[in-house]
């Protein structure tokens, strides 16, 4: 009988032991995961930012050269109120 209890107290402490690095791996597998989306997410927003600044820079520059709002529209990709909104800053 000794030797059941002392066999269960082994079972039960390697079952423990075994739960808690499987934790700590899922833990650890999660945060790296969570890292390499927030991190690709960050460079997609920031490509996302660079092109609508750049469109916005090319939109000041053909407005300023005199180019119709259409045109700017259709090069850019710029809605026309965001057109509008650049207009309004190079008047300014």
Do not use: C, H, P, W
Not at 21 to 49: A, K, V
Not at 68 to 90: A, F, M, P, Q, Y
């Amino acid at each position: 009988e000794a030797t059941m209890t002392t066999a269960m107290k082994l079972i039960e402490q390697g079952m423990q032991q075994g739960m808690q690095q499987g934790m700590q791996q899922g833990m650890q597998q999660g945060m790296q995961q969570g890292m390499q989306q927030g991190m690709q997410q960050g460079i997609q927003q920031g490509i996302q930012q660079g092109e609508y600044r750049k469109a916005v820079e090319a939109a000041k520059a053909m407005y300023s050269e005199g180019f119709n709002i259409d045109v700017i529209t259709k090069i850019t990709g710029l809605s026309k109120e965001e057109i509008n909104k650049v207009v309004r800053l190079v008047r300014q």
